[in-house]
């Protein structure tokens, strides 16, 4: 079973305060891994797509980066804009099975809510 | 450029009502998904549809079906609802694998 881990579950960080959340990964095969941003009431927002250990991917405050089991999101020098749940998920090769084919599925981890205070 | 547009955006039902949740994307992405979000449980495919003419199953579809009306338009039915259908709802789409999805605003939903 192909499973999502992100952790922390939460973290408070002072403005300016640099950190990395976590993302460890199991599956059969990646085709894709992703990172999402949610704010309260909203959908999440598309971040960045990995798609080979050693790839890294920059937006602003925020650095991607994969290995053949886990991803880390980096946030440098944090504002209070940045506070968000930051979800992590994983698309596989195609599984097919009796529950069906997983082809183009992600599948997400909890998420890792970031607070940054002034 | 709207996007994955759902509706409604709250919607409150009785045990044992039906429903119809509602999403339209404009980007002619062939591939659509119906989550439900619910705390401490992370984001849990109820259905999807590959490309227009296919549905399959997610991770928890008892309790729901779903049509693909068209490219554009994907719905989620609730038949009977159940309190433990109470949750928020989000609609998804895609070009396909590799892509990154495109998420609606989302329905909340509280079946009493």
């Known amino acids: 079973e192909d499973q999502v881990t992100q952790s922390p579950e939460a973290l408070r960080l002072q403005e300016g305060e640099s950190s990395s959340l976590n993302c460890s990964y199991t599956?059969?095969?990646?085709?894709?891994l992703f990172w999402y941003r949610q704010d309260p009431g909203k959908g999440p927002e598309f971040l960045f797509t990995l798609y080979s250990a050693g790839e890294e991917k920059e937006k602003e405050r925020l650095k991607a980066t994969l290995t053949k089991k886990e991803s880390f999101l980096h946030i440098t020098a944090p504002k209070p804009e940045d506070s968000a749940t930051y979800l992590c998920?994983?698309?596989?090769?195609?599984?097919?099975?009796?529950?069906?084919?997983?082809?183009?599925?992600?599948?997400f981890g909890r998420g890792t809510q970031l607070t940054v205070w002034p | 450029n709207a996007g994955v547009t759902q509706t409604p955006k709250f919607q409150v039902l009785k045990t044992g009502q039906s429903m119809t949740l509602q999403c339209a994307q404009d980007m002619n992405h062939n591939s659509m998904y119906w989550y439900r979000q619910d705390p401490g449980m992370g984001l849990r495919l109820i259905y999807y549809?590959?490309?227009?003419?296919?549905?399959d199953k997610g991770e928890v579809p008892n309790g729901y079906n779903v049509s693909r009306l068209n490219k554009r338009e994907f719905s989620l039915r609730l038949e009977s609802a159940a309190p433990s259908q109470t949750s928020v709802y989000f609609c998804a789409s895609t070009h396909g694998t590799g892509y990154g999805y495109t998420f609606g605003s989302g329905t909340r939903l509280t079946v009493v």
């Open positions: 599956v059969s095969g990646l085709r894709g």
């Open positions: 998920a994983v698309q596989a090769a195609r599984v097919e099975s009796s529950r069906g084919s997983t082809l183009g599925r992600l599948y």
């Open positions: 549809s590959a490309s227009e003419g296919t549905t």
